[in-house]
């Protein structure tokens, strides 16, 4: 099958990207009503969206902070400290008392779901003289909190279904806020006002052909006005922004869908026999080149080199992992790529690549190693890998957390948890912070990448830790499926 490429009006005997109108402030804004700071420039001679460079480091220089799921557009930035190394308490808890819970339903029927899950990571940054914390939660809202009170800064933004995914904040310094749901909208919020405003939404059809679902669940990357996201229409998003500044002083956006493409391709739905390839782990960036994977397992590579240029990305890379592909593609500072699959399907190709396999796009075979976890089915990994100095640290939904040598593959260490671990790990100041199904978060030293991690403490939170810890200042913000989001930090 060709795969479809839509860029902007060119229709290209599809359906044409349809436009949603979101808030009073939303649509586009004459040139004669817009002043103050108009979207950046690309650099001159600017050919990588993503210097890799800044594989390890912050989300860009303007804003400080952890802006997105797994901190900056590689996945690679976790945070900073100092990160206790002796049992840390609570600071505080939102909300105070009960939980953040809601009725959702999926194939599973109709249940209430409570506090945040897989992904669930936060965001936090420093805006104004304060720290901000900010994420979506299972009670269908976005919460924007100080992260020293845990307080409200703005009031909670609903929408219509619960959120699972993180939010992106603009790493220009616009004041603005890009959350999914699961209510078939993604959102551009603008965080200037007395409230948390919508200035524009994409639905899961606006664009088509789609598959499967209609969540948002990825975490959106914004580079250069640009907006990467896919969704559970199993389509892959690029939208330009247009963000700027009204005459009172207020943002707006203007944003059109100027390319679209499916995560899926007719060979990838030969080989799974179903129709399940819904987009729910996250973009990746590296250089000139967008990666993401789906639910089938359909790992892709976009160059975007002339995309400033109108010139329509063209897809790169294909490889095929066998089965569901949740966790976020991960880009080493040579363009490796690290995959984390799961084992549902019981494919005979998961059996031949492995459920954590190195990736290295340049080369003809791709694969260039591979680790196994097929156990009973469900098996596998739904957290993101985290690269710590030369090794990459994984968990797997039967509760062990691996540390294997980045080179080789090879299994430097392992231990076990009660599962299910679909946590992201995260290290900062050399310490593995990791939640396990029974309530607590540990901690452990790293420092040595040969030696079994040595533990230094473990806090009971109650319910399942799920949800990736934002880390800042070394303060641990995280939600648990008990239904609260807590701050963990030295007293
Ligand atoms: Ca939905
Ligand atoms: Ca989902
Ligand atoms: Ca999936």
Not at 89 to 106: E, H, I, V, Y
Request: charged share 20%; proline share 7%; glycine share 12%.
């Amino acid at each position: 099958m060709a795969v479809l490429v839509v860029v902007a009006a060119a229709a290209c005997g599809t359906e044409p990207p349809r436009f949603i109108p979101g808030g009073p402030t939303a649509g586009p804004t004459s040139p004669a009503a817009v002043e103050g700071t108009a979207s950046p420039a690309p650099a001159a001679g600017a050919g990588t969206w993503s210097d890799p460079a800044a594989v390890g480091k912050p989300y860009g220089d303007k804003v400080t902070g952890l802006l997105a799921f797994r901190g900056n557009p590689t996945r690679t930035y976790y945070g900073t400290g100092p990160v206790p190394r002796t049992t840390p308490r609570t600071l505080w808890q939102f909300p105070r008392s009960g939980g953040l819970c809601a009725k959702s339903s999926d194939a599973k029927g109709e249940r209430t779901w409570c506090g945040s899950g897989w992904t669930g990571q936060p965001a936090v940054f420093e805006r104004q003289d304060r720290t901000w914390v900010v994420f979506g939660a299972y009670d269908r809202a976005v919460h924007f909190l100080d992260a020293r009170t845990g307080e409200r800064i703005l009031p909670d933004f609903p929408t219509g279904d619960i959120i699972k995914g993180s939010v992106t904040v603009d790493p220009d310094g616009f004041p603005l806020v890009y959350t999914g749901s699961r209510d078939n909208f993604f959102r551009v919020l603008a965080i200037d006002r007395g409230k948390p405003t919508e200035l524009w939404r994409l639905s899961a059809t606006a664009v088509s052909p789609t598959k499967w679902n209609n969540d948002w669940d990825s975490n959106a990357i914004v580079i250069d006005d640009y907006l990467f996201e896919g969704g559970e229409n199993s389509q892959f998003h690029v939208v330009k922004l247009n963000r700027r500044y009204g005459r009172d002083g207020k943002v707006t956006v203007a944003p059109k869908v100027v390319f679209h493409a499916p995560g899926w391709d007719a060979q990838l739905l030969r080989d799974i026999g179903d129709e399940n390839v819904s987009i729910e782990g996250s973009v990746a960036v590296y250089g000139d080149t967008v990666y993401f994977a789906n639910s089938g397992g359909l790992v892709q590579g976009w160059d975007i080199s002339g995309l400033k240029q109108g010139r329509a990305p063209k897809r790169v890379f294909r490889f095929w992992t066998g089965d569901d592909t949740d966790a976020t593609v991960v880009i080493d500072e040579t363009g490796a790529l690290y995959v984390g699959a799961q084992y549902e399907r019981g494919t005979a190709r998961s059996a031949q690549v492995g459920q954590m396999m190195k990736l290295d796009p340049k080369r003809r075979d791709p694969l260039v190693w591979k680790a196994a976890d097929r156990g009973t089915r469900p098996a596998g990994v739904w957290g993101t890998p985290a690269l710590y100095k030369d090794i990459v640290i994984f968990d797997t939904n039967g509760g062990d957390v691996l540390g294997l040598d980045r080179a080789t593959g090879a299994q430097r260490w392992r231990f076990h948890l009660p599962p299910t671990t679909w946590q992201s790990p995260v290290v900062v100041d050399d310490v593995l912070l990791i939640g396990d199904c029974q309530g607590f978060m540990h901690a452990y030293d790293v420092s040595d990448t040969s030696a079994t991690p040595k533990p230094l403490w473990t806090l009971k939170i109650g319910g399942c830790v799920e949800s990736t810890p934002a880390v800042w200042k070394g303060t641990l913000y995280f939600g648990t499926r008990a239904g609260a989001f807590h701050a963990i930090g030295a007293s």
